[in-house]
Structure formats: C-alpha cells, structure tokens
C-alpha cells in the first residue's frame, strides 16, 4: 500500500489496529500486538494515543510484546527502547502494566538464553501476535535481525552490523558507546505472526523496499523473506516506493 505520506501510511494502520482492538473487546478477547521501534513507528504511536484520548479507543485488553532491546542497556537509558515505548506510546494510553513486555537488556549473559526462550514461549502461551508492527533498516534488517539471519530464528542475543551501528549512533553520543549486541525476536518468531505490517517512509529505503519486495527471498535480505509469510504488507511513502 503506498500513502502520499507517512502521516497518512499510519494513520490508516492505526485505524487497522484500533478495529482488530476493537473487534478483540467485542468477543471479549486479548488483542496481541508486536511493536517496533525507531523513527517509522513514531507517527503511528501518536495516531493511536490520539485514538485513545479522543475516540475513547481502550488498550485493556491488549498484551504486546516489542521486538528487540540493545544489550546490555539499562531501561531508563536515553536510548533505551523501553524508555522509547514509554514516551511515545505506554505512558499515553491505558495498558494496564505488566502487559507489555520488553526484551530486558540488564540481564547478565548466561541467562540471556533461557529468558529468550521465555520470551518466545510466553508469546506462544498467550495466544501468539495477531499483529506484528516491523520497520525496516537500510540493509534489510527486521528487528535486529541482521543479514544471515535464519528464517527459523528465535529470539536471541544477536550482534550488530556495523552499518546498524553507524545508522543508530545519532541516539548515542558516540560510535563507541553504541552497544555491540542486542536482543531480537528471531525471523521464525515474527513469522509466526498472524499478520504482519512492514513500515517504510522516505527515499532512503526505497531501495531495500525493492530488494525486498521483488527480489529472491533469501537470508541476505531479511526483509525478503516475509514473502513466504501468507498475511504480510508493506506500507510506505510514496518516495519510499520509487524503485518498485
Ligand atoms: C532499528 C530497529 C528496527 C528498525 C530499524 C529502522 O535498528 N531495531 O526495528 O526497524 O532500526 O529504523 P528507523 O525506523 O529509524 O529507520
């Protein structure tokens, strides 16, 4: 689907969430959303807080779970995706606390692979994503999931691309501050999602929109292999549509 605009891109998927929130509530159902971070999301996060405060649109019934954390980082940090989530959308609305669920950056290493099997399975034990929200980076990466990423991947602890690095150290005050890891839902977990959104504004990304939508659909791209996912779109601006 191609919007003139970003704005416009995500209002229309705000207005797509807030009916599956809403057609959840009125069989008296949980609504399990996946949710990004980075700048693609901010727009639709403030469209949905705007649901909230003036069409009444209520979160009570809804459990997400976000798709990566830097590691090691202490939630409270500037560029902490928890305290991003907080400020743009979950400080905002009416999700009750301990139904959103962050990958936590602060535990030490040799329990990072029995929580992110956790993760995966608590996911699994509440019904699995109805919806999965996904940006996309410059070299294709959904999540964290870099280049190389199996298509059967779990979440895991997952180390970052240079080109990641470089691409979110604005966040950061310098290139080495910016952390080598992260902890990502794997490519296998967001696949498992009902339905999937892919987000892509600007003309920055209308390459990698290209490569991923009418290239092979390999583990080079990321992205790329959301073409073997039965219920996928990708949402973008117009100019991130310039080399389909
Ligand atoms: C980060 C996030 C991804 C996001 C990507 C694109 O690396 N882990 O989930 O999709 O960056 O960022 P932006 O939306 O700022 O272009």
Redesign the pocket.
Known sequence: EIYPTAKEGSKAVAAEIAALIREKQAANQRCILGL?????PKYLYAELVRLHKEEGLSFKNVITFN??EYYPLEPDALQSYHRFMKEQLFNHIDIPEGQYFIPDGTLPKDKMKAYCEQYDQHIESVGGIDLQV????NNG?I??NEPGSSINSHTRLVTLDNS?RLA?GYDFSNMSQVPRLAISMGIGTILKAKKIVLLAWGSHKAKIVARSVEGSSSEHVPASLLQQHPNTKFVIEESAALEL
């Open positions: 990004a971070t980075g700048s693609t798709l990566d996904l940006g996309i980076g990466h999540g964290f990641t979110n």
